[in-house]
């Protein structure tokens, strides 16, 4: 599976982003999908998670309220819409998938993924 993340920019404080992750092959469906982000000197953290229908999603709790992750699993692709942006949530964007045997979602061992996609947020 390759994964191509994009969306990313440089937005101010209280702006919308929208990050789209297109997976290549056709067993989309067969994976959870993740985004992780990690800002400069920090340790990346899932942001947050989808199980293979959608019906089952995680937020960290920095995010929940603000941010929503959702999937078309037609279209391949993954989506994080991100509202209320705030300075913390500057940090590379990555999206990643894990084949999904359970039908939840998952917050670490990922397979695969994308490159990262840049959002920066300014005061």
């Known amino acids: 599976v390759q994964l191509q993340a994009s969306g990313g920019g440089l937005v101010q404080a209280g702006d919308s982003l929208r990050l789209s992750c297109t997976a290549s092959g056709r067993t989309f469906s067969s994976y959870a999908m993740g985004w992780f982000r990690q800002a400069p000197g920090k340790e990346g953290v899932v942001v947050a998670a989808?199980?293979?229908?959608?019906?089952?999603?995680y937020y960290v709790d920095s995010v929940k309220g603000r941010f929503t992750i959702s999937r078309d699993n037609a279209k391949n692709t993954v989506y994080l819409q991100m509202n209320s942006l705030k300075p913390e949530d500057t940090a590379v964007y990555y999206c990643?998938?894990?084949?999904?045997?359970?039908?939840?979602?998952?917050?670490?061992?990922?397979?695969?993924w994308g490159q990262g996609t840049q959002v920066t947020v300014s005061s």
């Open positions: 989808i199980n293979w229908s959608g019906g089952s999603t």
């Open positions: 990643a998938a894990r084949r999904d045997n359970s039908g939840s979602y998952y917050l670490y061992n990922y397979e695969y």
